[in-house]
């Protein structure tokens, strides 16, 4: 094998994690949809609390996993599963293990992302003299406020918050930072439905995810991302009197 058939078998291997992550997704979205919601959990919910009761470890160990293959390979149900945390762990266990499995499933699509496409798209950046390289100066100047807006903003789908860092070549520890902490907000509101959950599926009734939207909890999340874009609108006010 000559270098060229090495330097494309290299390539081959650096993209494939993110090109099976891709076709898992797409497969999930078609097949997993129905298995993973609230009817489900809702038919199983006794079976689950009695193997939480008789082995916390592994009940605990599984969530984590299950969550974890949900967001890496950005499977239908992670609502779902943040709310199941909160329904089988309460609280504060609950948001503790549904920000772990995020987090950890959210850097491994960063890991994947950055090993394929993300390295060569940063490089054609960085060798660009035009626009793109000066987006790409623009967000490594404003990085933490960047990504934290990416996390607590509703609006922005999980998984462009975790692909889009890796394809611009931010650097990993902010990116770890501002998931792990951004992320805490949106996981205390689910968790928190989790826990009246059982009572919920008594009265025949499913979970109402509508309450993010409501102004006492949408309202500090968006002043959280007022805190976040602050200092992104300082240096460009500063920017702005220099010119």
């Known amino acids: 094998m000559d270098h060229t058939e090495i330097t494309q078998a290299r390539s081959i291997l650096r993209h494939a994690p993110?090109?099976?992550?891709?076709?898992?997704?797409?497969?999930?979205?078609?097949?997993?949809?129905?298995?993973?919601?609230?009817?489900?959990?809702?038919?199983?919910?006794?079976?689950?609390?009695?193997?939480?009761?008789?082995?916390?470890?592994?009940?605990v160990l599984g969530f984590v996993a299950v969550y974890f293959i949900i967001v890496a390979f950005s499977l239908p149900g992670a609502a779902v599963a943040s709310v199941t945390g909160g329904f089988?762990?309460?609280?504060?266990?609950?948001?503790?293990?549904?920000?772990?499995?995020?987090?950890?499933?959210?850097?491994?699509?960063?890991?994947?992302?950055r090993a394929g496409l993300g390295k060569t798209l940063a490089a054609r950046m960085d060798a660009s003299d035009g626009v793109l390289k000066r987006m790409k100066a623009g967000l490594h100047n404003n990085e933490i406020s960047v990504l934290f807006l990416m996390r607590l903003v509703p609006v922005v789908p999980f998984f462009v918050a975790n692909l889009m860092p890796a394809l611009v070549g931010v650097k990993f520890r902010n990116f770890a930072l501002t998931t792990v902490l951004g992320i805490i907000p949106g996981a205390l509101v689910f968790t928190w439905i989790?826990?009246?959950?059982?009572?919920?599926?008594?009265?025949?009734?499913?979970?109402d995810l509508s309450l993010l939207w409501e102004p006492q909890i949408i309202g500090p999340i968006l002043g959280l991302c007022a805190l976040a874009a602050l200092p992104i609108l300082i240096k460009a006010l500063r920017g702005t009197k220099d010119i």
Request: charged residues 15%; hydrophobic residues 55%; glycine residues 14%.
């Open 18 to 59: 993110l090109v099976g992550i891709v076709i898992i997704a797409l497969i999930g979205a078609f097949t997993l949809r129905d298995y993973l919601s609230f009817e489900t959990l809702r038919v199983h919910r006794e079976a689950l609390l009695g193997f939480r009761d008789t082995h916390y470890f592994w009940m």
């Open 194 to 207: 989790g826990v009246g959950l059982g009572e919920v599926f008594d009265r025949g009734e499913s979970p």
């Open 88 to 113: 089988l762990f309460g609280l504060g266990l609950g948001t503790t293990f549904n920000v772990m499995a995020a987090s950890l499933g959210a850097i491994a699509i960063f890991w994947a992302a």
